[in-house]
């Protein structure tokens, strides 16, 4: 008889009609398995054999795609060998999946003892000799052994289980067989290798055949598990009601409550101890013990509520699924290691109630309308997450874009939900310090920030900044859960970072040696870099250089073995990454990175330069002869010396090169001084008085200004007026200012406030100079602020060297009168010179007079002038040269005035780090957002290739960071650790 014709309700009584299952098979036939023969249909194989190992082939080839630079014969045939199976049994099991659909019976008891042999003895192999693929170099961070042991288990595992379900239910020889066979199995292995050790032999594949046989035994214990759970439950179900709930609620009610009460103690494989984990379990139990009601709609409820809950019971047979074969050593080792199965017998007895239900619902034919119901609300609880997440991430976007990359502009950005922002940075703090668990915290990660990391520090920053408080301390979500010791392991801020033990800087500077020449009609500077190290052990050299305006770096060559191996330009966080991993690596290698630290300033890294003895790097330089003399590496100027010429030019981007025997020499600006109070939340600058009397103490300070200006700055930068007041009114813009300062909330964000002072008044400059007289341009701001904070960071204002070359610093004032100077990361020059082509202005500085044009509807043109101070006028200089455009160094000079611009303007920024380091690598030119970086090996440069990408593709607020898949190997010691500290504070031996 057809299963669906015993859909019936046994008319008892109106209670019992309510209560009774629906589902039950002719007491004179013995219950079947519900539903029949479902584990071996052609979806479930085509989930276990071709999808999992197609998957695991796509993962493999990235693998090989990142060791084959560096993989030895062997490993590379063996990792040949192993694509090649793996694309064999795709194959092999597509072809299985069609003929099943087709009606043949190909799945039967031979082929699913050779799958399940075959599986066995794959994994035994990779779990003992799997660490031996990855090169030695690679091991530390690039290619994880763990990583990669977990992933062939994880994905060839159901395989394995499907094979042995087929055999556990009696599909293949007998049982005792299958359950028998792999401790017999075990215990022989051993003995052959205590017999060798006795007679003075070691024998071959002992350690094989031993991790082969505890693998057989625990996938065939789950699949007995989950084979018992279904045969159990279809007795009980076709028995009574009271049996189908007693045993609904053993196995999904108490089974699931006690392992998360063991792994409390023991967080084996990992831990669970969260107060949501038991809310959920708990929950989804209690739903499983429900029985099958009669009224349809109360039935639909109950079973749209298991289908929802569902994604948790197979999120927990997954996440065990791989480490199945630790059964046997859970039982003798940890107590209570059947636990383990607990997950395989919720998923089986999960499934049955949900197929029951659909077979409850289809009792009038319809199927589609059901079939939609049921994808909906199992995709419900994964939607529901989702959707948050990207949420979060929404959020946390625009938080980061008007913090980082703001609008400089007056009233240019609406402030983001301040609260709102606050408890998310509150919920992420939360999650980092929280437990990691098993693919959703990385899921979480890589939809809420592309895989990379919000630093912990940057949070708190931000919420300092949004808030004007101190973030909580976060709350680890176990402190409520009365059960359990109160042991932990990895959190999610730990699994994101990579351990880093830098190696010592001791290496110097020996040489440096310049050979002149000129490309393209461009003078070029081929510098040779000599650094020794004197010491006995490897170390590392960690060198600056210093740039003027207008040179620019165009090439980079490290000497490894007596070849000049050039230089490739990444993503600047990305390389620097690779490189610290690789500097960390405990084999040597040889890799240079050469970076942007300040504005003017290089940082050059050579690892390793050998005990008693040296390393040689080359750069090529471009720009102005007078430039390129400036050069200073470790304040050492290239030998032998040039003689610098005279060389103006201009190019489209804007640049322009004015040296001091062209034109009108420097004008020194006179100062104005611009305020920026403090009036955050808490800040003693929001009271009238402290900030009416520093500001009286500041124009005291400074009677060389011509006035003043005042800005309120927290969450938001105001100006109290629209232009320079003059001394005598501080205090009409005192009280004008107070009634702004009550509406300012949030925290003060020194970096936030110096680059809308920066960016403001140079825009209000530049307007002011349209006319015949550059009155805007001719002042400069002589920034304080005032502020009690401790530390007042500037942060990244690289870009403005070019608006304001004779800047030097800005002066912190606090309440008490205490006054300190911070610099500004560029040389600022005493005397400028200002440039015009139509409505365009550039200040000109360096030795070469470089200069960039601000944004403007003209193009740069041959009538240049310049501003000659002595006779108040702008003056023309003779026609200058312009640069070809697809000359490198006009490219250069264009990919260069892309990333100041970005920097300078970030609201128009926003997303386009990719553009900037792909502009820079097909310009061959270093920018702030890259780095020349030179690696040994083609699976380094692959990595730092990777490593580029996705950085490149993210906000550019996150960081670089690693949160690989725990292996089993460390699960397995962290869970015996734990046994063992645990057994050790408990006094037992």
Same mark, same amino acid.
């Given at each position: 008889?057809?299963?669906?014709?015993?859909?019936?309700?046994?008319?008892?009584?109106?209670?019992?009609?309510?209560?009774?299952?629906?589902?039950?098979?002719?007491?004179?036939?013995?219950?079947?398995?519900?539903?029949?023969?479902?584990?071996?249909?052609?979806?479930?194989?085509?989930?276990?054999?071709?999808?999992?190992?197609?998957?695991?082939?796509?993962?493999?080839?990235?693998?090989?795609?990142?060791?084959?630079?560096?993989?030895?014969?062997?490993?590379?045939?063996?990792?040949?060998?192993?694509?090649?199976?793996?694309?064999?049994?795709?194959?092999?099991?597509?072809?299985?999946?069609?003929?099943?659909?087709?009606?043949?019976?190909?799945?039967?008891?031979?082929?699913?003892?050779?799958?399940?042999?075959?599986?066995?003895?794959?994994?035994?192999?990779?779990?003992? %000799?799997?660490?031996?693929?990855?090169?030695?170099?690679?091991?530390?961070?690039?290619?994880?052994?763990?990583?990669?042991?977990?992933?062939?288990?994880?994905?060839?595992?159901?395989?394995?289980?499907?094979?042995?379900?087929?055999?556990?239910?009696?599909?293949?020889?007998?049982?005792?067989?299958?359950?028998?066979?792999?401790?017999?199995?075990?215990?022989?292995?051993?003995?052959?290798?205590?017999?060798?050790?006795?007679?003075?032999?070691?024998?071959?594949?002992?350690?094989?055949?031993?991790?082969?046989?505890?693998?057989?035994?625990?996938?065939?214990?789950?699949?007995?598990?989950?084979?018992?759970?279904?045969?159990?439950?279809?007795?009980?179900?076709?028995?009574?009601?009271?049996?189908?709930?007693?045993?609904?609620?053993?196995?999904?009610?108490?089974?699931?409550?006690?392992?998360?009460?063991?792994?409390?103690?023991?967080?084996?494989?990992?831990?669970?101890?969260?107060?949501?984990?038991?809310?959920?379990?708990?929950? $989804?139990?209690?739903?499983?013990?429900?029985?099958?009601?009669?009224?349809?709609?109360?039935?639909?409820?109950?079973?749209?509520?298991?289908?929802?809950?569902?994604?948790?019971?197979?999120?927990?047979?997954?996440?065990?699924?791989?480490?199945?074969?630790?059964?046997?050593?859970?039982?003798?080792?940890?107590?209570?290691?059947?636990?383990?199965?607990?997950?395989?017998?919720?998923?089986?007895?999960?499934?049955?109630?949900?197929?029951?239900?659909?077979?409850?619902?289809?009792?009038?034919?319809?199927?589609?309308?059901?079939?939609?119901?049921?994808?909906?609300?199992?995709?419900?609880?994964?939607?529901?997450?989702?959707?948050?997440?990207?949420?979060?991430?929404?959020?946390?976007?625009?938080?980061?874009?008007?913090?980082?990359?703001?609008?400089?502009?007056?009233?240019?950005?609406?402030?983001?939900?301040?609260?709102?922002?606050?408890?998310?940075?509150?919920?992420?703090?939360?999650? %980092?310090?929280?437990?990691?668990?098993?693919?959703?915290?990385?899921?979480?990660?890589?939809?809420?920030?592309?895989?990379?990391?919000?630093?912990?520090?940057?949070?708190?920053?931000?919420?300092?900044?949004?808030?004007?408080?101190?973030?909580?301390?976060?709350?680890?979500?176990?402190?409520?859960?009365?059960?359990?010791?109160?042991?932990?392991?990895?959190?999610?801020?730990?699994?994101?970072?990579?351990?880093?033990?830098?190696?010592?800087?001791?290496?110097?500077?020996?040489?440096?040696?310049?050979?002149?020449?000129?490309?393209?009609?461009?003078?070029?500077?081929?510098?040779?870099?000599?650094?020794? $190290?004197?010491?006995?052990?490897?170390?590392?050299?960690?060198?600056?250089?210093?740039?003027?305006?207008?040179?620019?770096?165009?090439?980079?060559?490290?000497?490894?073995?007596?070849?000049?191996?050039?230089?490739?330009?990444?993503?600047?966080?990305?390389?620097?990454?690779?490189?610290?991993?690789?500097?960390?690596?405990?084999?040597?290698?040889?890799?240079?990175?050469?970076?942007?630290?300040?504005?003017?300033?290089?940082?050059?890294?050579?690892?390793?330069?050998?005990?008693?003895?040296?390393?040689?790097?080359?750069?090529?330089?471009?720009?102005?002869?007078?430039?390129?003399?400036?050069?200073?590496?470790?304040?050492?100027?290239?030998?032998?010396?040039?003689?610098?010429?005279?060389?103006?030019?201009?190019?489209?981007?804007?640049?322009?090169?004015?040296?001091?025997?062209?034109?009108?020499?420097?004008?020194?600006?006179?100062?104005?001084?611009?305020?920026?109070?403090?009036?955050?939340?808490?800040?003693?600058?929001?009271?009238?008085?402290?900030?009416?009397?520093?500001?009286?103490?500041?124009?005291?300070? $400074?009677?060389?200004?011509?006035?003043?200006?005042?800005?309120?700055?927290?969450?938001?930068?105001?100006?109290?007026?629209?232009?320079?007041?003059?001394?005598?009114?501080?205090?009409?813009?005192?009280?004008?200012?107070?009634?702004?300062?009550?509406?300012?909330?949030?925290?003060?964000?020194?970096?936030?406030?110096?680059?809308?002072?920066?960016?403001?008044?140079?825009?209000?400059?530049?307007?002011?100079?349209?006319?015949?007289?550059?009155?805007?341009?001719?002042?400069?701001?002589?920034?304080?602020?005032?502020?009690?904070?401790?530390?007042?960071?500037?942060?990244?204002?690289?870009?403005?060297?070019?608006?304001?070359?004779?800047?030097?610093?800005?002066?912190?004032?606090?309440?008490?009168?205490?006054?300190?100077?911070?610099?500004?990361?560029?040389?600022?020059?005493?005397?400028?010179?200002?440039?015009?082509?139509?409505?365009?202005?550039?200040?000109?500085?360096?030795?070469?007079?470089?200069?960039?044009?601000?944004?403007?509807?003209?193009?740069?043109?041959?009538?240049?002038?310049?501003?000659?101070?002595?006779?108040?006028?702008?003056?023309?200089?003779?026609?200058?040269?312009?640069?070809?455009?697809?000359?490198?160094?006009?490219?250069?000079?264009?990919?260069?005035?892309?990333?100041?611009?970005?920097?300078?303007?970030?609201?128009?920024?926003?997303?386009?780090?990719?553009?900037?380091?792909?502009?820079?690598?097909?310009?061959?030119?270093?920018?702030?957002?890259?780095?020349?970086?030179?690696?040994?090996?083609?699976?380094?440069?692959?990595?730092?290739?990777?490593?580029?990408?996705?950085?490149?593709?993210?906000?550019?607020?996150?960081?670089?960071?690693?949160?690989?898949?725990?292996?089993?190997?460390?699960?397995?010691?962290?869970?015996?650790?734990?046994?063992?500290?645990?057994?050790?504070?408990?006094? $037992?031996?």
């Amino acid at each position: 008889m057809n299963s669906t014709a015993s859909l019936r309700v046994a008319p008892r009584t109106p209670t019992l009609a309510r209560l009774h299952p629906a589902l039950d098979a002719p007491p004179s036939r013995p219950p079947r398995a519900v539903p029949e023969r479902f584990l071996v249909r052609a979806w479930m194989l085509v989930l276990a054999w071709p999808v999992s190992h197609g998957f695991l082939l796509f993962l493999n080839w990235r693998h090989w795609g990142l060791v084959r630079g560096e993989a030895t014969g062997p490993q590379s045939a063996t990792w040949l060998a192993l694509l090649l199976g793996l694309a064999c049994s795709v194959a092999w099991g597509t072809a299985v999946a069609v003929r099943r659909r087709g009606g043949a019976q190909v799945v039967h008891g031979r082929g699913a003892a050779a799958a399940f042999l075959l599986t066995v003895l794959a994994l035994a192999l990779f779990a003992w %000799k799997g660490w031996a693929l990855i090169p030695g170099s690679m091991q530390g961070w690039m290619l994880r052994p763990e990583v990669l042991i977990f992933q062939h288990f994880s994905l060839l595992m159901p395989l394995a289980l499907l094979a042995a379900v087929i055999g556990a239910e009696g599909g293949a020889g007998p049982r005792i067989v299958w359950f028998g066979g792999p401790i017999l199995f075990v215990l022989g292995s051993i003995a052959l290798g205590l017999f060798g050790s006795v007679i003075g032999l070691q024998f071959p594949f002992v350690t094989v055949l031993v991790v082969g046989g505890l693998t057989a035994f625990g996938v065939v214990c789950a699949a007995g598990a989950l084979a018992g759970v279904r045969s159990a439950y279809a007795r009980a179900r076709a028995s009574s009601v009271g049996a189908l709930t007693g045993f609904s609620a053993l196995v999904a009610l108490v089974a699931p409550v006690a392992g998360l009460l063991l792994n409390a103690v023991i967080p084996f494989p990992y831990s669970f101890q969260r107060g949501d984990m038991y809310l959920v379990a708990v929950l $989804n139990g209690l739903l499983l013990t429900l029985p099958f009601f009669a009224p349809p709609r109360l039935h639909r409820a109950v079973w749209l509520a298991q289908c929802a809950l569902f994604p948790f019971t197979a999120y927990f047979f997954v996440v065990f699924l791989a480490f199945l074969p630790f059964f046997p050593l859970g039982l003798l080792a940890l107590g209570g290691g059947v636990l383990m199965l607990v997950p395989s017998a919720l998923f089986a007895l999960h499934l049955g109630r949900i197929v029951d239900g659909f077979r409850l619902e289809v009792r009038d034919g319809r199927r589609f309308g059901v079939g939609v119901l049921a994808a909906l609300a199992l995709i419900a609880w994964p939607a529901v997450w989702f959707g948050g997440a990207l949420a979060d991430r929404g959020r946390i976007e625009h938080a980061l874009d008007y913090a980082e990359f703001p609008d400089l502009r007056p009233g240019g950005e609406e402030v983001p939900d301040r609260e709102g922002v606050g408890r998310l940075l509150n919920s992420l703090a939360e999650f %980092k310090a929280g437990l990691w668990l098993p693919y959703l915290s990385d899921a979480y990660n890589a939809v809420v920030f592309d895989g990379l990391v919000l630093p912990s520090a940057k949070i708190e920053k931000l919420h300092r900044f949004f808030t004007g408080e101190p973030l909580p301390a976060p709350q680890f979500p176990r402190s409520a859960i009365p059960f359990g010791g109160g042991r932990r392991s990895a959190s999610v801020g730990a699994m994101e970072s990579v351990p880093f033990t830098p190696p010592p800087a001791t290496a110097r500077l020996v040489s440096v040696a310049a050979t002149p020449s000129v490309r393209e009609g461009v003078p070029v500077r081929q510098v040779r870099v000599e650094v020794g $190290n004197s010491a006995a052990a490897d170390a590392e050299y960690v060198g600056r250089i210093e740039l003027p305006p207008g040179v620019v770096v165009t090439g980079f060559w490290l000497h490894i073995g007596g070849e000049r191996v050039p230089g490739r330009l990444f993503e600047k966080r990305a390389a620097l990454w690779v490189y610290q991993r690789i500097t960390h690596s405990p084999e040597i290698r040889d890799p240079a990175i050469l970076r942007h630290i300040e504005a003017d300033v290089l940082e050059l890294r050579i690892f390793p330069v050998p005990g008693q003895g040296s390393r040689l790097v080359e750069l090529e330089l471009a720009g102005p002869g007078a430039a390129l003399d400036a050069v200073r590496f470790d304040g050492t100027a290239p030998r032998p010396a040039t003689e610098a010429g005279a060389w103006a030019f201009w190019s489209g981007s804007g640049s322009l090169a004015i040296p001091a025997e062209v034109g009108p020499g420097p004008v020194v600006r006179r100062p104005f001084l611009q305020i920026v109070a403090d009036v955050s939340t808490g800040s003693p600058f929001r009271e009238a008085e402290v900030l009416e009397r520093a500001v009286r103490e500041t124009l005291r300070a $400074n009677p060389d200004c011509a006035g003043f200006r005042l800005m309120l700055a927290s969450v938001v930068c105001e100006d109290t007026e629209r232009a320079v007041r003059g001394r005598d009114e501080t205090l009409a813009a005192i009280r004008g200012a107070l009634g702004r300062a009550p509406g300012h909330r949030g925290g003060f964000d020194a970096s936030f406030a110096l680059r809308s002072v920066l960016w403001r008044r140079h825009a209000e400059a530049e307007s002011a100079s349209a006319g015949a007289s550059p009155v805007g341009l001719l002042l400069r701001p002589r920034i304080v602020i005032l502020s009690g904070q401790a530390e007042v960071p500037a942060g990244d204002l690289d870009a403005f060297a070019s608006v304001y070359p004779d800047l030097q610093g800005f002066t912190v004032r606090d309440p008490s009168g205490g006054v300190r100077e911070e610099r500004f990361p560029w040389r600022a020059d005493e005397g400028i010179r200002l440039a015009r082509a139509g409505s365009r202005f550039a200040l000109l500085s360096g030795p070469a007079g470089f200069g960039v044009f601000g944004r403007g509807p003209e193009t740069v043109a041959e009538s240049i002038e310049v501003w000659d101070a002595q006779r108040s006028r702008w003056v023309p200089i003779a026609p200058i040269a312009p640069l070809d455009p697809g000359s490198f160094y006009a490219r250069a000079l264009e990919a260069q005035q892309f990333e100041r611009e970005r920097r300078m303007e970030p609201w128009r920024a926003r997303g386009s780090l990719g553009d900037a380091v792909g502009r820079s690598a097909e310009s061959g030119a270093l920018t702030a957002s890259t780095a020349f970086v030179v690696m040994e090996s083609q699976s380094q440069w692959e990595s730092v290739a990777r490593a580029s990408a996705k950085a490149s593709g993210a906000h550019e607020s996150l960081a670089m960071g690693a949160a690989p898949e725990p292996g089993v190997v460390f699960l397995l010691g962290t869970g015996l650790l734990t046994l063992a500290v645990r057994r050790r504070r408990s006094g $037992n031996p």
